[in-house]
């Protein structure tokens, strides 16, 4: 199994630029999640899909933020336009949703933001 | 809400010493619970998991025990290695497979 990728590995751009981030979730998962890490926030949930409908978004951090999933296997999350301020490292995670209970997440290498 | 809790970082240890990151957790119902690992550079991957009260959950010398009595899941190794050196997050699942995650606790191993 390939694992979920996540392209571009590493995106610099500059303020007010529109920056486009993608992922592919492992093969035959229903549940897709965008997260972004910084130093100061941690690890923050921006929002989430199950079976391709968003469900939670009430971690997007502004209009600027907006996320898709067309299909089950592929998912983007657009920021325009960009601040500094955005500069993180963004984690695409995808699980299988089934029965009761949590199931594990897996995620993407991440893609690590810079916005000048 | 639901949340989780862990020791705040960075922990110190000699290689081979004993090993303990404290979790807790609040949380309506029976959370699943999770410990994930992050090298650096790297996105997290699952260290090991507990889905009920009493289970334990371990994976590469670690082992952490699902408490319901103490709200708790900490994470223990015997004797840790250079190796093992990373960030480590302690996370519940709730039944909509949405995670909350601790803060991360820093480990740095000296040889």
């Known amino acids: 199994d390939a694992g979920v990728i996540q392209s571009p590995r590493h995106e610099v751009t500059e303020m007010g630029q529109e920056v486009t981030l993608r992922c592919k979730p492992i093969?035959?998962?229903?549940?897709l999640f965008w997260y972004r890490q910084t130093m100061m926030r941690g690890l923050e949930l921006l929002i989430y899909f199950n079976n391709n409908v968003p469900i939670d978004d009430s971690g997007m951090p502004e209009d600027r933020f907006s996320a898709k999933m067309p299909n089950a296997s592929f998912s983007t999350l657009k920021i325009q336009p960009s601040e500094p301020r955005d500069s993180a490292v963004y984690f695409c995670a995808s699980s299988h949703m089934a029965g009761t209970g949590g199931r594990e997440q897996f995620f993407g290498p991440g893609t690590r933001l810079t916005v000048l | 809400g639901n949340s989780v809790t862990q020791m705040e970082g960075p922990v110190t240890l000699s290689e081979e010493a004993f090993l303990t990151i404290n979790c807790t957790y609040t949380a309506t119902g029976y959370p699943s619970l999770f410990w994930y690992v992050q090298y650096p550079g790297e996105g997290l991957q699952l260290l090991l998991k507990a889905t009920k009260a009493d289970d334990k959950g371990s994976n590469k010398g670690f082992e952490a025990t699902y408490r319901k009595e103490t709200t708790s899941f900490h994470l223990e190794k015997g004797s840790v290695q250079v190796s093992d050196s990373a960030v480590y997050f302690c996370a519940g699942g709730d039944n909509f497979n949405k995670f909350y995650f601790g803060s991360g606790t820093k480990l740095n191993v000296k040889p």
């Open positions: 093969s035959g998962h229903n549940s």
